[in-house]
């Protein structure tokens, strides 16, 4: 993000900033916002210079009405973002969301970008090229808590007009670290980007688009992001030679080449009792 830019927005609010994604953000979005508020339940040290440090557990319905009021838009990066027990999930994912989106409601926040997973959509198989517009096939509990937000920004667009951008994010990381993430990748300064869009583009309703960088192998067909004027620069196959060399090659049965959601296909049920 350009600082020479002018800023959009009065206050901004980033919930998950302790996080890997939210730490990225932390850094970025100040170049949009007057004020960026700040928020996890996880320690996120001192307010930095136009900064306001609000922690706030997902689960405090009280809380999050508070942390919402005078906000004009949400980057919401805060949640469990891997398979856990459900009622974790249920915690931070579904009354997380829930506890947002009334917030944004009653305080008439206009527009909520939010970290959704490709988990959402995890059971298509790798053959099959899909877009944002194909029923959810969620492939964990967790893909499930993230197939419900989804819904719950479509709802809270339909019936109360918020504004929200559901990002089905790849594979996050610095770079790509294994087979799989060759066609999920979503580079650090693509997410960046793309929040940046999704914050700026005009009359989103409610999108949801794929978090995920140029890369060479895709599956997912982004037009939605494009329509954002999201132009991601990373390719995760500049990483290909180091992965090959590195990682096994695995049968075509094999859960990780399978399915898009890779291993997540073949975790066990979290709250079954280990034999
Ligand atoms: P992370 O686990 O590093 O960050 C999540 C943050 O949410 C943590 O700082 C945690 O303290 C906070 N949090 C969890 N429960 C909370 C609660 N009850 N109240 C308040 N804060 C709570 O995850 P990461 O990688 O930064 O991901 C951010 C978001 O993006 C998550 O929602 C994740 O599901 C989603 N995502 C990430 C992907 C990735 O590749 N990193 C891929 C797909 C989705
Ligand atoms: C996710 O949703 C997780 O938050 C992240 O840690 C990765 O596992 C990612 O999906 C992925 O599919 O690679």
Redesign the pocket.
């Known amino acids: 993000m350009s600082p020479s830019k002018p800023r959009r927005f009065r206050r901004l609010l980033l919930t998950g900033a302790a996080g890997a994604l939210g730490t990225v953000l932390r850094d970025h979005l100040p170049a949009l916002a007057d004020v960026l508020r700040v928020s996890d339940r996880a320690p996120l040290g001192e307010a930095r210079d136009r900064e306001e440090v609000v922690p706030c557990d997902l689960g405090d319905a009280a809380g999050m009405l508070d942390l919402t009021r005078d906000v004009d838009a949400v980057v919401h990066m805060g949640g469990v ?2 398979e856990n027990r459900f009622a974790d999930l249920h915690h931070a994912n579904i009354l997380g969301m829930y506890h947002l989106f009334e917030g944004c409601r009653k305080n008439g926040v206009a527009r909520v970008v939010w970290a959704s ?3 959402a959509i995890g059971f298509y198989p790798r053959t099959r090229t899909i877009d944002a517009t194909v029923p959810q096939r969620p492939d964990t509990a ?1 893909g499930l808590t993230k197939a419900f937000g989804e819904d719950l920004a479509q709802y809270y667009q339909d019936k109360y007009g918020i504004e929200a951008v559901s990002l089905r ?3 996050c990381f610095p770079k790509p670290v294994d087979r ?2 060759l066609a ?1 990748w979503l580079s650090y300064p693509d997410l960046v980007h793309l929040v940046e869009r999704s914050l700026l583009a005009p009359a989103v309703g409610h999108t949801v688009v794929f978090g995920v960088s140029a890369n060479q192998e895709s599956f997912w067909d982004n037009r939605a992001a494009s329509a954002l004027g999201f132009r991601p620069g990373d390719n995760a196959e500049d990483y290909r030679a180091e992965i090959e060399a590195s990682t096994p090659l695995v049968g075509p049965d094999d859960p990780l080449v399978r399915y898009q ?2 291993q ?1 296909t073949a975790m066990p049920h979290a709250d079954d009792e280990p034999d």
């Open positions: 973002s891997g997973s490709n988990h967790y994010i790849g594979s799989r993430m999920t959601g890779g997540f």
